[in-house]
């Protein structure tokens, strides 16, 4: 068994600490090579020196300050490093040969990217770099030969479902037999709240998800659905389905993660409680299995699965993505931009929780001219502050009006 060496970008977060959680329990499997975070360094101070990583990675230098303050020793200071650009030059640092990528948003692109194109195994939690770059990402896992393994739950279980061999790596065909992919939901916390209160949800009732616990900014996602949205196109692209061929089903209990169904009419599906320590084992250890500290699923005391099709009035940005998806990567950039910045407003206070899918609609309708700039991640990037000064812009001229 050959030790892996593990860097995990986005250490301090919910799929960071759950992580590191389950590499704790495989000390002769894994190391840990660096750790990254962009907040609470107190937090990385005590991660870092509890499994004694050699670097950590922070954005600014405010934030080396802090580490250095909340650093209390029991290991060996681990080398610091600053900036974006180190973010980027540690994913693919040749020291390690694991990659998870883990941090929030858009702002987990380039590195992500980085990792993918240095050819390591890449642990992808962050869903945005496959929504803002999914045919960039991909070719950059087909170039490199990169090994791309999904973590976000309901791609872990269709990679599961999926027929024997098959890899997320970039191929033209989705996998042959399969007829479609079911992504499953649990609807989140206002699955059932009537339309009328939804302007006037509080973020901490929206954060309130009924059975995941994650960071704030995909909990407002699971509530809006758009996390949903974000996961049709982030399948599109691991799985090369076309959007007609990925449908959604909310099924309230998470258990069931997702479906593949085959041209025979198999369905297959992947079941487990909703514990991400699953899925992160499983790309660790693939193809092996390891123990996630995670205990069994009581299926008799659970009782019943139940199922339902998702609603698009009380969903709009579930359509919203579909749209983005059928309209093209410039329409997913803005969607995702647009979306950052209207959550981020409504965590803040500033917007309603309505003014989410009012904002995307806006900022998708104004989509621009995407002139060439599809091809890299420069382009891409420029993109995606465009729509994010739109979706302020819109942001300004709602609460004016
Ligand atoms: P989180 O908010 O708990 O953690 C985010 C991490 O990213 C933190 O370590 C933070 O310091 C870092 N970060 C934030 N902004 C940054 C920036 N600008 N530059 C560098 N680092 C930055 O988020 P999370 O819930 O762990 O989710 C992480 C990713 O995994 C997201 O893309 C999310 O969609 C995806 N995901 C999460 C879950 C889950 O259960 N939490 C499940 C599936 C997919
Ligand atoms: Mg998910």
Same mark, same amino acid.
Request: glycine share 8%; net charge neutral; aromatic share 4%.
């Given at each position: ?52 990583? +050699?670097? $950590?990675?922070?954005?600014? @230098?405010? !934030?080396? &300050?802090?580490?250095?303050? =909340?650093?209390? /020793?029991? #290991? ?9 650009? +180190?973010? $980027?030059?540690?994913?693919? @640092?040749? !020291?390690? &040969?694991?990659?998870?990528? =883990?941090?929030? /948003?858009? #702002? ?9 194109? +240095? ?283």
């Amino acid at each position: 068994m050959t030790r892996r060496t593990v860097t995990i970008l986005g250490a301090t977060g919910s799929i960071g600490v759950s992580t590191l959680d389950v590499i704790a329990r495989h000390p002769q499997r894994y190391r840990v090579h660096a750790l990254s975070a962009h907040t609470r360094m107190d937090r990385l101070a005590e991660q870092a020196a509890a499994c004694r990583a +050699a670097v $950590v990675v922070v954005s600014d @230098d405010a !934030a080396r &300050d802090r580490f250095v303050q =909340a650093w209390r /020793g029991g #290991a060996p200071m681990p080398e610091i490093r600053v900036g974006a650009q +180190a973010l $980027v030059e540690t994913a693919a @640092d040749p !020291a390690s &040969d694991t990659v998870m990528a =883990a941090i929030v /948003g858009a #702002a987990g692109l380039p590195s992500a990217l980085a990792a993918a194109r +240095a050819g390591k195994r890449v642990l992808l939690a962050n869903k945005e770099a496959l929504v803002v770059a999914g045919r960039l990402f991909m070719d950059a896992v087909r170039e490199s030969g990169a090994e791309l393994l999904p973590i976000d739950s309901e791609h872990n279980a269709i990679f599961q479902c999926l027929p024997h061999g098959t890899r997320a790596n970039g191929a033209q065909q989705s996998a042959p037999g399969v007829r479609r992919l079911l992504l499953t939901a649990s609807g989140g916390p206002f699955r059932t709240r009537p339309l009328a209160e939804l302007a006037s949800v509080t973020p901490e009732q929206a954060c309130a998800h009924p059975n995941w616990s994650m960071g704030r900014k995909i909990s407002v996602d699971s509530a809006t659905m758009l996390n949903k949205g974000l996961e049709v196109i982030e399948a599109h692209w691991l799985f090369s389905m076309p959007p007609d061929r990925i449908d959604v089903l909310i099924h309230p209990q998470s258990v069931v993660h997702s479906m593949v169904e085959y041209d025979d009419g198999s369905v297959l599906a992947q079941l487990g409680q909703p514990d991400m320590r699953t899925p992160i084992a499983y790309g660790l250890a693939f193809p092996e299995r390891i123990a996630a500290g995670v205990g069994p699923l009581d299926l008799a005391r659970l009782g019943r699965l139940d199922f339902e099709a998702p609603d698009f009035a009380r969903f709009p940005c579930l359509r919203l993505a579909f749209e983005a998806l059928r309209a093209g990567q410039g329409a997913c950039v803005a969607l995702n931009a647009a979306n950052e910045v209207a959550v981020e407003a409504f965590l803040q206070g500033a917007a309603p929780y309505t003014a989410i899918a009012a904002i995307i609609d806006t900022v998708l309708q104004a989509q621009e001219q995407t002139g060439g700039r599809l091809d890299s991640l420069e382009g891409l990037l420029d993109l995606d502050r465009e729509a994010r000064m739109r979706a302020r812009e819109a942001l300004r001229r709602a609460a004016g009006a």
